[in-house]
């Protein structure tokens, strides 16, 4: 009984994942978080528009956590903290990141070398 109750008390209300705050500021800081969150289970959606349950737990979790006072930024980094970095659709740059803040640039790059050298031999 103890522990049931503790499990209820460590887990948001399931009902946050699919109802708005009652505080429009809260509500609004709560839905660009959740934006920004990259479902674990559908992984190409955001934890916004995924119907996935882990989702929807975690929508429910941001939402109780703004509630709470927490801040976006204090919420965001308490997911990475807890799921890695992969969670966030914007990585922080580190070690790890490089390869994924290096690689549009350098195909970038690639792709403009490969249509100078297209052009020049066209002349």
């Known amino acids: 009984m103890i522990v049931a109750l503790l499990l209820a008390a460590a887990t948001p209300d399931a009902g946050l994942a699919h109802t708005q705050l009652r505080d429009p500021v809260k509500e609004a800081a709560a839905r660009g978080l959740m934006e920004s969150i990259r479902c674990l289970v559908c992984q190409g959606q955001s934890i916004a528009d995924s119907d996935a349950d882990m989702a929807g737990e975690m929508r429910a979790l941001v939402r109780s956590r703004i509630a709470a006072g927490e801040t976006p930024r204090q ?3 308490w997911l990475i903290a807890r ?32 249509a100078r050298g297209s052009f020049r031999r066209r002349r």
Do not use: E, F, N
């Not at 969670?87 to 195909?107: E, F, H, N, Q, R």
């Open 83 to 114: 799921y890695g970095d992969y969670v966030s659709y914007d990585p922080p740059l580190g070690w790890a990141t490089l390869p994924l803040w290096i690689a549009p640039i350098a195909l970038l790059a690639l792709g403009v070398v490969l």
């Open 75 to 77: 919420v965001r980094d």
